[in-house]
């Protein structure tokens, strides 16, 4: 990576969207043929209620029939109007046009003349048009010879994963995903509806590949479908306003100890220190010039009071310590070549685990020999995102971001998949947590965002239960990650990094204070 902008935002998008088959952010298109288009799925905004739901028919196929009332709501009305008024204005006259005159004789338009009349008769039907009724879905594409050997072969690598995926809704999501970029759009279709019946959570809303499909009657169906499905939630209560709106921060530390929480900044290359209670913002950390990676994943080491950050930059990722009361550097760790150091998970006794989404590994550093090496080395991890230690730090969980969650046992250095029912969905998690019997999850991407608790099995290895903490909050603007303070769990509610469009923050963007929630988990 280099000192630019433009290149800490590519790498940022990556670190969220990467692989997602949302500048999030994973793996199932990781050999992406040249049709196959991804697009960050948390850039797409739910439509509201009533959004593309006015009635209305279509229009009939020729424009020389008269004008029947049922299609006086219709597109074709406009295309009628402005037929219309393009022959007054050539002097021509034809058939239709007494049917359009009389229909449009008992519009009270007195107050107008002449040209002035015409004029807003125009716009009032205009108006009147303006509901279309949603439409057919696009036909299919066709592709070219080399696209389509290219569109199978990509179908075909996606639908193998059916057979061992650990979560297969997520699977089937990019089934559909891989048809639409494909523009297959029947297919596309079908695939879908066989996930939203699951109710897993998921809103193709928010994946830009399926906008072809916007105005089609059956994907507004879905979207009705899928706003009745995730209904709010809400167990938020508000914890801190930080007026600094530019920092756009991916993770959040908090020290009990100063009750300073420690944001990093994906935009300026720093980690900020902020007051509780003064709601104010000073630099913690400045952007190294010999090192200036954008920053993502954040903890503190309460017993050596010590911040650990990851950096990542076009020549590869590290990790630094710093003092926490001083912002002295203790300490870099740092690998060179394909690598994004995401998120990090401490030991009580200093073990550090970070997790490399481009390499999909975990990386440890020893509290003995302070060296980095991979956990598990033959295993792959898709798109390792989230890590959390167990209450008892002998497991070790990572979210895979496109396919669940794996468990690692640390004294057998095993991996396992952590098994859930058919209708719970452990795709897509950014950030993840542990707790006492429990897991904690913030999921998105092309998921309706939500922080959801998953209740562990005694062994910890399946879940046995799910409940939805926060869903639809309005002040939801691309949660990411958050962290554990005692009997609360802290996230950023909108850290608008959105915004941010070629290392910019984007023209006319409207950018709001960070406000910080807080949900009491008490007792399992």
């Keep these: 990576m280099t000192a630019t902008r433009d290149s800490r935002t590519k790498n940022a998008k990556d670190a969220r969207e ?43 196929a020729t424009i020389d029939a008269p004008i029947p009332s049922k299609h006086r709501t219709s597109v074709f009305r406009i295309h009628l109007i402005l037929s219309y008024y393009y022959r007054r204005f050539e002097g021509k006259r034809s058939r239709e046009d007494r049917s359009i005159e009389k229909m449009t004789a008992k519009v009270d338009v007195s107050t107008g003349t002449g040209c002035y009349k015409h004029i807003m008769l125009f716009f009032l039907l205009v108006l009147l048009s303006w509901g279309a009724p949603p439409g057919q879905l696009p036909p299919s594409q066709k592709l070219s010879a080399a696209d389509a050997r290219d569109f199978t072969q990509e179908l075909n690598r ?36 066989k996930v939203m019946d699951a109710n897993l959570g998921f809103d193709p809303s928010r994946d830009k590949l399926f906008d072809p499909l916007q105005h089609a009657s059956e994907f507004q169906a879905l979207l009705d479908q899928v706003r009745i499905q995730t209904p709010p939630r809400s167990h938020s209560r508000p914890a801190a306003v930080i007026q600094e709106s530019d920092v756009f921060p991916e993770n959040l530390a908090y020290d009990a100890e100063s009750k300073m929480m420690f944001l990093g900044s ?93 390499e999909g590994a975990v990386y440890r550093i020893a509290t003995e020999d302070k060296r980095l090496e991979r956990v598990l080395p033959d295993h792959a991890f898709t798109a390792a995102n989230g890590i959390a230690l167990s209450a008892n730090e002998k497991t070790l969980y990572v979210g895979n971001f496109g396919d669940g969650i794996t468990a690692v046992d640390l004294t057998s250095r095993s991996a396992t998949p952590v098994l859930h029912p058919a209708n719970v969905c452990l795709g897509y998690i950014d950030g993840l947590y542990a707790i006492e019997g429990s897991l904690i999850a913030i999921q998105n991407g092309p998921m309706v965002p939500r922080i959801v608790r998953f209740d562990l099995s005694a062994d910890g ?32 509610a909108n850290p608008q990094l959105d915004k941010i469009v070629n290392g910019k923050i984007a023209s006319g963007a409207s950018l709001a204070p960070l406000r910080v929630l807080s949900i009491e988990l008490g007792q399992k």
């Design 18 to 60: 990467l692989e997602r088959p949302s500048a999030g952010r994973r793996t199932y298109l990781r050999r992406r043929p040249r049709i196959i288009r991804t697009a960050p799925a948390n850039k797409a905004r739910a439509l509201p209620p009533d959004a593309g739901l006015i009635s209305g028919t279509a229009a009939p």
């Design 158 to 193: 996606v639908r193998r994963l059916l057979a061992t995926a650990n979560d297969k809704g997520s699977v089937e999501f990019q089934i559909a995903r891989t048809y639409a970029a494909g523009g297959q759009y029947r297919e596309a279709m079908d695939w879908l509806k």
């Design 266 to 358: 994906t935009f300026k290359h720093e980690i900020v220190r902020c007051s509780e209670q003064r709601r104010t913002c000073e630099q913690f950390v400045t952007a190294h010039k010999s090192d200036p990676g954008y920053v993502l994943g954040l903890k503190i080491h309460q017993p050596s009071r010590t911040l650990w950050a990851t950096s990542n930059t076009d020549a590869g990722a590290s990790l630094h310590q710093y003092a926490l009361a001083s912002g002295e550097l203790l300490g870099t760790y740092a690998i060179s070549g394909a690598h994004l150091f995401n998120d990090l998970a401490i030991s009580s006794s200093g073990e550090v685990f970070v997790t490399d989404t481009k």
């Design 461 to 492: 290895r399946a879940i046995v239960d799910m409940r939805i903490l926060e869903r639809r909050n309005p002040a939801f603007d691309g949660i990411t990650t958050g962290t554990i303070t005692g009997s609360k769990f802290l996230y950023v």
